[in-house]
């Protein structure tokens, strides 16, 4: 198996890379606005067959637009800036790190992309540097290329006939890393992702949380095609996609053999989806008027009987595959002959199906519901895809699930429809540039024994918050509250936040900041900030809700006081051993006041009124 | 080392690693020192040519991409579509990046497949120029083949114009073509044709659309209304005016409504007030005289500078573009008075842009009225002055034509908005 990784990294600029937009800024209103992508029809065919389906059909983008992130660049309505030097600087000190050959002019292309993500159409890229190496586990990793690139906008939603999209990521400088497809097994390239990615967050050069580094991964099993995995945001999906693309390309492998076994070939697919709305019309099950609106569209699958539910790890069946391309042109999915007894069609229209479809014992057959014209060029490109089953694994383009499992995204593009940006000048690299663009390789361990230094925590908590999301909250929070203990905040990373992370919850930093600004007051205890995060974060609860539903309230030392007075009266009636008294008086004040006043406090108040009953 | 021919496939050695690809041609503004190199992943390189070692050079063709036209089917009202330049009319080469003019039938067609079903489409260009190389003989070349279109059977023209210039060219031609016998719709676009974001297309459709559907006689400009893709703003060709340097909705109608907008999903077409009637035949006063000037007033203008403007050897017509309500300083009045007193034209317009010119308010106004300066209301300073060269190129006495309200230059009055 070859995995190769494209990292993204967003550079940590105060602007963006075409305009002097501040995408940290805080937006005060927004504005919408609709376009259409066009793209001539000669060029129709470069495109892959649902985003050229969009465009013909003109699907509305709707852009959204932050007053203060955003401004015309963006929206397509004035000539890119001048390309912004810091990134191009940052570009320059990575390549020369990875001992990149640093070219001397660079020169921005235009990548066409349709789908709405670029307002413009395409996505501005240039390459600053090629073939470099880095070093990891004694191997030398080469390194394609070291490319300087604009984020995309972020889609909000996608519904019936539009996309939505928010601008403020858009034009956000990113490099992207690509490395040589290495023989590798899956641990060993989470590894790699792993040490590549803290080596470029060690050069301070990009920006740190949620969603800063993205990597694509390329999977490929000799003789099968290359599978891009797109979006895989977190470094425990490495692996999990990796096996789960090698177990699937196995099984792609398998299905291949067992097509050829009965006898199915590329003659085998000159079929075209027929119209069945005639055979439901006359039926009137509850199943039929679930799903039958006015048009019902099928095709044969030759020789698939059996090997569209057919799955060797969970999701990986090619009928889910077929499912999430009938996605693409919007429909909710697809019905095909494997699965279809349990829906209950009734045995005589499955019946009839089979008899116009002309399906014999091997085959079996896509059934999709939904506007006739759109069901057919779906159906199409459902045809090519069982096409492609012949040859096992082909190239395509996925994208990775929270579960490490991974979904049909798009055919893999064909060589990029890539021509310069005419709106750009070329940048001149000098070799005093090069000269000084330059930047140390730190080591991981220095960077883990500094920090856990700097903030006495331990080491293994140091190397835990380096390599989370997180480390802009630590910091902030550290050097905002310097009467908290760095590690309780250090544990409520470790023990809250990355954990509520892994599950997919979204940690607001403003509330976690009001519960330690609550701590350092001494208005709630150390072991009820832990407590209040994780219930915060189980119940999606602001931090005021959760004070009220957990019946927190701050205890005084004068309540405090009177409660050890109750306790160390109810304790002498009990004839306890005086060396036990300690224990016993402190577990029965705690059991009262835990959470509602500092642990320190009550050990302080404990002691004092056992010393002045010795004393009496 | 000798220049390497462009597109020619290249195998180097930089330092111990190996590259191919094709050698893209170099822009006049980029350096001879370095070559631009298209790697096998479509990405461009620049390099420096003293530091590769050639290991293999192999001349190759330029393929141009071979535009090959056509056949089509259109159906609806004979239109004609002229191309003068600009960037609606050109396209990107793919491989070179240079944007190179195109404009035939089957491209616009293969752009905007709609049009097909909107009107039956003729396409002819007459010339490639950029919007700030028109001269006013290129209005009248264009004037002339309007006229000529119509003569011929058209129903409506449309003209793809670049935009920084088109409202100069829609003025010239709404005064050269008296009564035309249909829409002439001039159309631009502020995004290259080459981008799929492009205004190019929808603009285009919009024009078609009101050329084939509107039956208004006239001169328009059909642009974006605002950000969105979907309706095309039809101003009136001498009330509009380029208003920002790039974004789509650029144009707007001043001191007046858009005559109509255009719904492209819906191909429908909403106006703002009743159509024009054709009031008699079609009319052709296709000459230009180059001897008006446009002055804009400025506080400090010199006097040397008001002296070499207001020079009846150079200029018969001076439109000035005033402050506020048409003013201009006192110490500018001896040369006013001498241009006039030698038979110049001077007619006022305002630097405000919206709003009309009011010389009875101010003394200063006062002052220019009884020196002979013509207050021309709230016509547009660029329309006044392409009105004046075209009064000069015809013949007509400007003064008793100038403040004359000919094609709508001029409204009576002005809408709270």
Redesign the interface.
């Known amino acids: 198996m070859k995995v190769g990784f494209e990292i993204h990294i967003q550079v940590n600029s105060a602007r963006k890379l075409f305009c002097n937009c501040n995408p940290k800024n805080e937006d005060i209103s927004h504005l919408e606005?609709?376009?259409?992508?066009?793209?001539?029809?000669?060029e129709l065919g470069e495109i892959d067959p649902a985003a050229a389906f969009e465009?013909k059909k003109?699907l509305d983008i709707i852009y959204v637009s932050g007053d203060k992130t955003s401004c015309?660049v963006e929206?397509?309505?004035?000539?890119p800036h001048e390309p912004d030097p810091y990134s191009v600087e940052a570009a320059i000190k990575v390549s020369n790190m990875l001992n990149a050959?640093v070219?001397?002019?660079?020169?921005f292309?235009?990548?066409?992309v349709?789908d709405g993500s670029n307002?413009?159409?395409?996505q501005r890229?240039?390459?600053v540097g090629?073939?470099g190496n880095f070093d990891f586990r004694g191997k030398n990793v080469r390194i394609q290329?070291v490319?300087l690139e604009e984020d995309a906008a972020r889609l909000q939603e996608k519904g019936e006939g539009h996309s939505k999209y928010e601008l403020k990521r858009l034009g956000i400088p990113l490099l992207e890393i690509t490395t040589e497809p290495l023989e590798i097994s899956s641990e060993e390239a989470r590894a790699l992702a792993e040490s590549l990615g803290r080596t470029l967050k060690l050069t301070g050069l990009f920006a740190r949380g949620l969603g800063t580094i993205r990597q694509d991964v390329n999977v490929s099993l000799e003789g099968g095609g290359i599978v891009e995995v797109k979006g895989v945001q977190k470094l425990e999906q490495v692996s999990k996609v990796i096996d789960f693309e090698e177990k699937r390309h196995k099984m792609l492998f398998e299905i291949a053999a067992k097509l050829k076994e009965r006898g199915v070939n590329e003659d085998s697919f000159e079929i075209d989806p027929i119209d069945v709305s005639e055979i439901f019309k006359s039926y009137a099950n509850p199943t039929v008027k679930k799903f039958f609106k006015d048009s019902a569209m099928a095709l044969k699958a030759p020789g698939f009987k059996g090997l569209l539910s057919y799955e060797t790890v969970p999701d990986s069946r090619i009928g889910l595959d077929l499912a999430d391309i009938c996605r693409l042109f919007g429909f909710k999915g697809i019905i095909h002959s494997d699965e279809i007894l349990k829906y209950g069609f009734g045995n005589d229209i499955l019946n009839q199906i089979e008899d116009r479809l002309k399906v014999t014992d091997n085959d079996a057959y896509v059934l999709v519901f939904g506007d006739k014209e759109k069901a057919a060029l779906c159906l199409q490109m459902v045809k090519e895809r069982l096409k492609m089953a012949i040859k096992g694994p082909v190239a395509e383009t996925r994208y990775a699930t929270d579960k490490g499992t991974t979904r049909y995204l798009r055919p893999r593009p064909g060589?990029?429809?890539?021509?310069?940006?005419?709106d750009i000048?070329?940048i001149?690299i000098t070799k005093e540039m090069k000269d000084k663009f330059k930047i140390e390789v730190k080591s991981w361990e220095k960077a883990v024994e500094d920090f856990s230094f700097r903030y006495s925590i331990n080491k293994e908590m140091a190397e835990q918050i380096l390599d989370s999301d997180f480390i802009d909250f630590f910091e902030n929070a550290a050097e905002s509250f310097p009467n908290v203990p760095p590690t309780l905040i250090a544990s409520l990373i470790v023990q809250v936040f990355i954990p509520y992370q892994n599950v997919g919850k979204n940690i607001e930093y403003d509330e976690f900041i009001k519960l330690i600004e609550l701590f350092s007051k001494g208005s709630i205890a150390k072991e009820a900030v832990i407590d209040l995060a994780r219930y915060m974060l189980e119940k999606g609860l602001s931090l005021d809700n959760a004070l009220k539903e957990m019946n927190i309230e701050k205890l005084s030392v004068d309540d405090l006081r009177k409660i050890i007075q109750e306790k160390i009266s109810e304790v002498l009636q009990e004839n306890i051993e005086p060396t036990k008294l300690y224990g016993t008086l402190m577990g029965r004040v705690m059991s009262v006041v835990r959470g509602k006043i500092e642990g320190k406090i009550v050990d302080e108040e404990v002691r004092k009124a056992l010393e002045s009953l010795k004393k009496d | 080392m000798e220049k390497i021919q462009d597109f020619s496939k290249i195998k180097f050695r930089?330092?111990d690693?190996v590259?191919e690809g094709i050698v893209m041609p170099r822009t006049l503004?980029?350096d001879e020192d370095?070559i631009?190199v298209k790697?096998s992943?479509?990405?461009?390189?620049?390099?420096?040519k003293s530091?590769i070692e050639i290991l293999k050079i192999e001349p190759q063709k330029a393929q141009s991409e071979v535009i090959q036209e056509k056949e089509f089917e259109s159906h609806g009202p004979k239109i004609l579509i002229i191309g003068t330049g600009g960037t609606i009319s050109s396209k990107?080469?793919?491989?070179?990046?240079?944007?190179k003019p195109a404009f035939t039938a089957s491209?616009i067609v293969?752009?905007v497949?709609e049009i097909k079903s909107i009107a039956s489409i003729n396409v002819k260009t007459i010339m490639n120029e950029l919007s700030e190389n028109m001269q006013p003989s290129n209005w009248t070349l264009m004037a002339k083949e309007v006229h000529d279109a119509f003569e011929s059977g058209y129903e409506g023209i449309v003209i793809a114009h670049g935009t920084d210039t088109m409202h100069y060219s829609a003025s010239a031609l709404s005064f050269a073509i008296e009564n035309p016998k249909g829409p002439v719709v001039f159309v631009g676009s502020?995004?290259s044709s080459?981008?799929?974001?492009?205004d190019a297309?929808?603009n285009l459709l919009g024009a078609v659309t009101f050329a084939a559907k509107s039956y208004s006689p006239g001169v328009y400009v059909a642009m974006h209304a605002?950000?969105?893709?979907?309706i095309i703003a039809i101003h009136k060709g001498v009330k509009v005016r380029k208003n920002h340097?790039?974004?789509?909705d650029a144009f707007k109608s001043i001191n007046a409504r858009p005559f109509a907008f255009v719904d492209i999903?819906k191909q429908e077409i909403r106006f703002t007030e009743n159509k024009q009637e054709v009031k008699g035949s079609m009319r052709l006063y296709e000459k230009f005289s180059e001897r008006a000037a446009l002055l804009k007033f400025y506080p400090g203008i010199s006097d040397k500078y008001l002296l070499s403007i207001f020079n009846k050897d150079l200029f018969d017509a001076i439109i000035i573009e005033g402050t506020g309500l048409g003013h201009v300083s006192r110490k500018a009045f001896p040369y006013l008075k001498d241009y006039i007193r030698n038979e110049g034209f001077i007619g006022m317009t305002s630097q405000c842009i919206w709003g009309s010119v009011r010389l009875t308010v101010y003394e200063t106004g006062r002052d220019l009225l009884s020196i002979g300066v013509t207050p021309l209301e709230d016509m547009l300073s660029e329309v006044a002055l392409v009105k004046s060269m075209w009064a000069l190129g015809n013949g007509f006495n400007l003064k008793e034509i100038m403040p004359k309200n000919l094609r709508g230059e001029i409204s009576e009055r002005r809408e709270v908005q």
């Open positions: 606005f609709r376009r259409r992508l066009r793209v001539s029809s000669s465009i003109g015309l929206a397509d309505e004035e000539p050959f070219v001397d002019e660079i020169h292309m235009r990548k066409i349709v307002t413009s159409g395409f890229t240039a390459i090629l073939n290329t490319c060589a990029s429809r890539m021509y310069p940006e005419t000048p070329t001149k | 930089i330092k690693q590259y503004y980029e370095h631009t790697l992943n479509g990405y461009n390189i620049g390099i420096e530091k990107i080469d793919y491989r070179t990046g240079a944007v491209q293969d752009m497949p502020q995004r080459d981008r799929p974001s492009s297309a929808t605002s950000l969105d893709d979907d340097t790039s974004r789509r999903k």
